[in-house]
């Protein structure tokens, strides 16, 4: 395990500067008007977090480690129903009001 | 199998950024995202060593009401200060992973405890430090953004010298923690870093705050990167790069739509001083005012009309009233569009969103490339709550603190409706000496008062 570890940087290396690419072009491209949902999404997935809080509260019983992972599993679930739900709301208010003046028109 | 699962969660992810490059296919997006988020959470259920699912699955459902609850009640005009809180959230979920990780390796295989991988060490306490500098200096935006704390900016002797030294201590202990692996130097390094984070958003003022948040939505990501990289986990690198770079690409439109850099940004004391030599040059020029009356009688003689939004407009929940106003504009035959300013309001986006509360379509909003040119040709500039992107001064006066950012030509239509609550300058602190031109006419009040009197003298 321990020869492989400089590996598996390396590795995680790789997918951190693509994945960099990739959220560079990606955010280019998103509409400066839908900025404010862009911040909602990204907020949203920045929690995805939460999977390192559940391998911390997986284990039974109770010690120090679980119980930080539950509170960073309540943490991040606040942030993911929020920030899907808040930008849910904004989303749909750029879709009401299309659909409003086509139907004027 | 894990590997897989997590990378289609990746994928989704991606694909809900790529929505938002259209109203139309952003919520197709948001959709993704969620699905993304939940493929993720499902298949981290699924491994052998998370057995406690009432645990989790409470946290969840505790988590998940809170954070539906509020993100269902909260009012748009008070996004900026929303988005703020949950960063933090975001920043102290980090630590909370991070110390789990120290206190229990074997369940992350990142070694024993006392004995953890140094590269894991080394990731896990970077992870940290900006989580948590990402909690504190989010919590003190969000202070400012509510107006708990004065936006202005706090200035002191040595400010930038002390946070070079706190942020040096940090190292220090880091590389002192990767040695013993102490809690002690753990906890020791949560403390400084969160001190730190104070002290960076302390001097940066409100008008400032676009940039601020945008930027502690990069360091959000970037503190999930690191505890993807002290996790092994691609899904948690890949996400936090994503988002990390979408927050500094944000913070860079935003730098440049005032002409500074992110660094002058970062190191604040702008705007807040009252600028008195550019105030009292204007104190004996003459100012024309006008009431609801006027401004109807101007606006309905018009051909086109450019509506000017900002943060003034969000201050006093007044979108419905200038939608109301627009409409009955449209009605008698005038070209209304909105030009939006990259900086107006607390967020990046911000008018647009409270535009499209008020059911504005977007086509009719416009940012300032699509829009400036055709100033020249439009009639009537109604300029609401936005003060600073308008001021002719960043063009022209070279000492002036905004010069050289870009702004919203106004001054170019034949006349200028300002709605204003006093002369007070903007947040630079710089007189505008449009306010004294002959074409302009100041609408003193507030702004929803004001746009709710236009409508009845428009349809009286």
């Known amino acids: 395990m321990e020869a492989h570890s400089s590996e598996v940087f390396v590795i995680g290396l790789t997918v951190f500067f693509l994945a960099c690419i990739i959220g560079y072009y990606v955010v280019w491209s998103v509409t400066p008007a839908l900025h404010s949902p862009l911040m909602g999404v990204t907020n949203a997935i920045s929690s995805v977090i939460i999977v390192g809080a559940i391998l911390a509260a997986g284990p039974q019983g109770f010690d120090t480690s679980k119980i930080f992972g539950l509170i960073g599993v309540v943490l991040a679930s606040v942030n993911i129903f929020g920030g899907f739900l808040v930008t849910y709301r904004m989303l749909s208010m750029f879709k009401k009001k299309t659909k409003k003046t086509k139907e004027k028109e | 199998m894990v590997a897989i699962l997590y990378l289609i969660s990746a994928l989704l992810f991606i694909f809900a950024l790529r929505g938002l490059s259209h109203p139309e296919s952003s919520r197709m997006g948001n959709i993704f995202g969620i699905i993304g988020m939940i493929i993720a959470v499902f298949t981290t259920l699924m491994f052998k060593s998370v057995l406690s699912y009432y645990e989790i699955g409470a946290a969840i459902l505790i988590g998940g009401a809170i954070g539906s609850f509020i993100a269902l009640r909260i009012e748009m005009t008070a996004l900026p200060q929303l988005v703020a809180a949950f960063h933090s959230l975001v920043g102290l979920a980090a630590v909370f992973v991070a110390a789990a990780a120290f206190y229990d390796p074997v369940a992350f295989s990142i070694g024993k405890v006392g004995s953890i991988k140094t590269a894991s060490l080394v990731e896990m306490s970077i992870g940290t430090f ?197 409409d009955i504009l449209k009605k008698e035959g005038i070209e209304v569009r909105y030009a939006i300013h990259p900086v107006a309001g607390r967020m990046p986006g911000h008018m647009n969103v409270l535009l499209a ?93 004001m746009c709710e009197d236009i409508v009845k003298s428009l349809s009286a």
Not at chain 2, 142 to 166: C, D, E, M, R, W
Not at chain 2, 222 to 249: D, E, K, P, Q, R
Not at chain 2, 361 to 387: Q, R
């Open chain 2, 130 to 326: 900006i989580g948590a500098i990402t909690f504190s200096g989010s919590v003190l935006a969000f202070g400012k953004l509510q107006g708990t704390i004065s936006g202005k900016p706090i200035v002191f002797k040595f400010q930038h010298l002390i946070n070079a030294l706190i942020f040096l201590l940090i190292i220090f202990l880091i590389v002192l923690f990767v040695i013993n692996q102490s809690p002690t130097i753990f906890w020791t390094i949560v403390i400084v870093s969160i001190l730190l984070g104070f002290l960076v958003v302390i001097p940066i003022g409100g008008a400032d705050m676009p940039v601020v948040v945008s930027m502690l939505n990069s360091y959000s990501g970037w503190a999930a990167c690191g505890i993807g990289f002290t996790l092994s986990n691609n899904l948690l690198i890949i996400t936090g790069a994503l988002v990390g770079a979408s927050g500094a690409i944000l913070s860079y439109i935003m730098s440049k739509g005032m002409n500074r850099s992110i660094i002058n940004v970062v190191l604040g004391g702008f705007g807040g001083e009252q600028d008195t030599s550019a105030s009292k040059d204007n104190s004996d020029k003459i100012v024309k005012q006008g009431n609801a009356e006027d401004a109807a009688y101007i606006m309905k003689n018009a051909d086109s009309v450019i509506i000017v939004p900002g943060y003034g407009m969000a201050v006093a929940q007044a979108q419905h009233a200038l939608r109301e106003m627009g």
């Open chain 2, 357 to 449: 509360e008020a059911n504005v379509p977007y086509e009719e909003v416009l940012e300032l490339d699509e829009i400036n040119h055709d100033f020249p040709m439009t009639e009537v500039s109604f300029v609401i709550g936005a003060n600073d992107v308008t001021n002719p001064a960043a063009k022209t006066d070279e000492s002036s603190p905004i010069f050289g950012m870009p702004i919203l030509d106004v001054e170019k239509s034949q006349s200028v409706l300002f709605v204003k609550r006093s002369m007070a300058t903007g947040y630079s602190g710089v007189d505008n000496e449009l306010f004294y031109r002959d074409n302009t006419t100041m609408l003193f009040g507030d702004a929803k008062k």
